[in-house]
Structures are given as C-alpha cells and as structure tokens.
C-alpha cells in the first residue's frame, strides 16, 4: 500500500515537475517574441528617422503611426505601451534614443539610438490636448512618451498615436525636431476660411512653424512667412471640390491657433 501511494506521488510530482518545465518554456517563446517586436518596431522607426537624417535636401519630412499595442504569446497577450524619446547632448554630437516601456511601468523593453550631428527638438505631446499656442515650455524638453491607446479608444482628444520625423539644414545647421501627431483629427482652417482636409500630423508641423516664426520675429506680421520646411500640403475643401496645393503659410494663419 505504502508502495503504492509513493508511486502516484512520483508520478503527480513528474507531472507537476513537467507541467513548470511547458510553463517556463511557454513564457520564454513569449518574452522572447514580445523582445523581437519591439526591437523590430524600434528598428523600423529609427531607419525612418535616420533616412531624414542622410537626406541632401534642405528639409525632409516623414510622419508615421505607431501600433495601439502589441499583441504576442501562444495565448495571444496584449502589452499597451510608451514610445519614448530622449536624448543626450555631446560636445561633438548628440544621441537621440528610442526606448520601448510597460505602460506605466519604468522598466525598458528595448531601446536604439542615433547619433545627430546637429540639434534635436523634441516636442512634448501635451500640445495636442489644448488648442494654446505652443510654448517655450512644449518645445526643447528631455524626454517625450506617446502612448497610442488611448487615440484608438476614440477620446475626445486624442493622444499621440503618430509622430513626424522633420530634418531641417539652415544657415549651416542640422535640426531634427519630433513633433507627436493623432491620425484622428484631420481638418483645419487657415485666415482666409478656407478648411484644409490635411492629418494632424501636417497641422502640428505648422503648429511648431508658428511658434519659430513667434521666436524668430517677436511680433510678427500677418504676412510674414514661415520657414520652407514648415509649409504644408494638403486636400483644400471648397464646394465640395478636393483639390492639392502647396503653399507657404504665413502668421495670419498662426491667428487661428492662438497666437497673437
């Protein structure tokens, strides 16, 4: 009897021990798949941004969205995530990195870096929740999250699910700005009334020309240009007729968001 009851407690014990053994594999495969798509996803955007970079052109511009969240595991897991954006200047260069965190966790997934010979701009995301002009405050921060879930749960203002990658060489200098964008809002109206069918992601690159302009100029007039690479193309909406144009927006635009 004692026999007996030894041999059923092996085999539950090999069962148990071989049930932990499948367990710990199981979240291997996982860590491991969720580890290759965030490095792919972290890859993919850092080849975009660094084509900006080796562009000849004077300004180069690229917008892109970001997944709502990763889906991995043999059970089909869901991690809801933060993009980031950093950087660190050097004397000779500075680094921008990309990291990939938990949502409202501290720990990095993963994360790559490019260097840029030149300055980086990053633009906090908090912009897009308030229709104030931006600030001294948005632009030139540390660190920037986009966190994308939130855009594909339809809020009322969205958060960033999008970001544009924009290189612009002027008087010798290479900035490269990051300016957060949603793909929810897709419609704006310049000074003369005319609604513009353009993402927001177009939108907010003028956001950020009307602010330089402001910077540059103190007060400027409503004729005065903004800078060649902050100029945007879009669908104009007039009579139901769609129609493309490029244009070099102007201070007068600037009005409708705020500045004065």
Known sequence: MLGFILSKMQMLLFATGIFVVALMFMNFISGMELKNMTASTLELNKQMISSQLSNDSVCSVQSTTIPEYFNYGLTNNRLYYELNFSKINFEEYNKLILSINEYNKKEVIDAKSI?????????????????????????????????????????TIASPN????????????????????????????????????????????????????????????PNDRLKPCFSITGEIVQTGNYSTQTRNFSWGDCVSYGYN
């Open 162 to 221: 999008a970001f544009v990658a924009l290189k612009e060489f002027n008087s010798g200098e290479l900035s490269l700005y990051i300016i957060p964008c949603t793909t929810l809002a897709k419609s704006f109206t310049d000074a003369q009334g005319t609604i513009y069918s353009a993402n927001n992601c177009e939108e907010n690159i003028l956001k950020v020309g009307c602010y330089l302009l402001k910077k540059e100029r103190g007060n400027p007039v």
């Open 115 to 155: 260097n840029v010979f030149g300055k980086i701009v990053l633009v906090d995301p908090s912009f897009i929740a308030s229709s104030d002009p931006i600030t001294d405050q948005i632009i030139g921060v540390e660190k920037i999250s986009l966190y994308p879930r939130q855009a594909s749960r339809g809020k």
